[in-house]
């Protein structure tokens, strides 16, 4: 992420000439994602701190992984100008238990998949728990990145079915509020 990319009072609290502190959240550090993490550190020109869980148990993190990276960043030294955080963290619990420090630093949300589009969840009698954790991560984040137009455009055509599911107040209309802050940032490629 550019600082260009933040609006104008989140770039005014990055001096002129600094590279940015960011802090990657993954708490899924394994496969893809983890590939996904190292290249992008490796790759950056931003000064990039890593705070990663084991890539195990991926509903327990994506259930309960954001309280135990939110104890993790609360007991570190971590003052990021900007926090990016994939979707196998629920960021809206992360952002609530850390809001003492966070709560004038921007985040961004980087689907790598989404769980509104994976019909086995609903099939193993999950409904839409992941689901809705995605989509109020989404919710929850000042960016939101997708790693492809088709990845997004999926994304969107199946929020509002998911949201129609519910038996009132569906708020239909926070789609058009996530879709504002939502972009491509396609993966990177180490040829």
Known sequence: MKTTDLD??????????????????????????????????????????????????WKWRMQGG???LARLFEEGAYQPDLIVATDMMDLSIFRALTRAKTASTPC?????????TYPQNRRQG??????????????????????????????????????KHFADYNELTTIDTIRSKSSVLPLGLDL
């Open 66 to 68: 954001a309280v135990t």
């Open 8 to 57: 104008s009072s989140q770039r005014e609290a990055i001096p002129a000439g600094q590279v940015p502190d960011v802090l990657l959240i993954e708490p899924y550090y394994t496969g893809s994602h983890k590939a996904w993490a190292d290249g992008l550190i490796s790759a950056s020109n931003l000064n990039i701190s890593l705070l990663a869980l084991p890539g195990q148990f």
């Open 126 to 163: 999950h409904g839409w728990r992941y689901g809705f954790i995605n989509y109020v991560s989404a919710l929850a984040a000042d960016v939101v990145f997708f790693n492809s137009q088709f990845h997004m455009d999926i994304f969107f055509d199946e929020l509002p079915r998911m949201l």
């Open 108 to 116: 961004a949300l980087y689907f790598h998949e989404n769980q509104l």
